[in-house]
């Protein structure tokens, strides 16, 4: 007697875009920073490019956790066997076919990597970010040096005093990138401090 087999009815799903469902699948995700994307061979897999430029995506297989008694097990069973001289050869052997492995075949994108975070490393300057740019701009605006004015001011939302309040607009100032664009934005003078009244303040700008 033949078994009966009871076969599910196929149903087309029309709300699947199957161009994008193919094309997530297939794609191993974008590499969004621009310098990696040139270095970055398509053709190769993921492993295989992190292999050849010296990278590693998984750091408990590239350094692996070494077993002591497995090694001086076998140094014991070769001091056993081989004299001193030998097992020196044995070792500078070892060592240099273990340089060879290690050594990827596109070492140079180590170099450069580590060139671009000194690089970018050696810029010292500070910068605020935009949303403490965009309040500080609002309260020299509309209140210029007048701290007491600006602590009692609505959009005081974060509850600064008057000194958080001179401390933030003085280092605001000391950054020439994002103060000169606040002067531009005003028709003021470029690289000058304006000439307002400092209010409630023991300031020392000269």
Do not use: C
Not at 22 to 30: D, F, L, V
């Amino acid at each position: 007697m033949k078994i009966r087999r009871n076969h599910v009815r196929k149903r087309y799903r029309y709300n699947v875009n199957r161009k994008t469902m193919n094309r997530t699948r297939s794609s191993t995700g974008k590499i969004k920073d621009p310098e990696m994307q040139k270095l970055w061979l398509e053709g190769k897999r993921v492993g295989t490019n992190f292999k050849e430029m010296g990278l590693a995506s998984d750091p408990n297989k590239s350094v692996g956790i070494p077993n002591y008694k497995r090694n001086r097990l076998e140094s014991v069973k070769i001091v056993k066997k081989l004299d001193d001289d030998e097992l020196a050869r044995l070792d500078s052997k070892a060592q240099a076919a273990a340089e060879e492995a290690q050594k990827p075949k596109r070492g140079h994108v180590v170099q450069e990597l580590e060139q671009m975070a000194i690089d970018r490393r050696a810029d010292p300057e500070f910068r605020l970010p935009k949303g403490v740019v965009k309040e500080l701009t609002y309260f020299l605006g509309k209140h210029r040096f007048n701290y007491r004015a600006m602590v009692a001011d609505r959009r005081n939302h974060g509850q600064w005093t008057w000194r958080q309040f001179r401390l933030k607009i003085r280092r605001f100032m000391a950054i020439p990138e994002q103060f000169n664009e606040y002067l531009k934005q005003r028709n003021l003078p470029i690289g000058v401090k304006p000439d307002w009244p400092e209010y409630d303040s023991d300031s020392e700008w000269k």
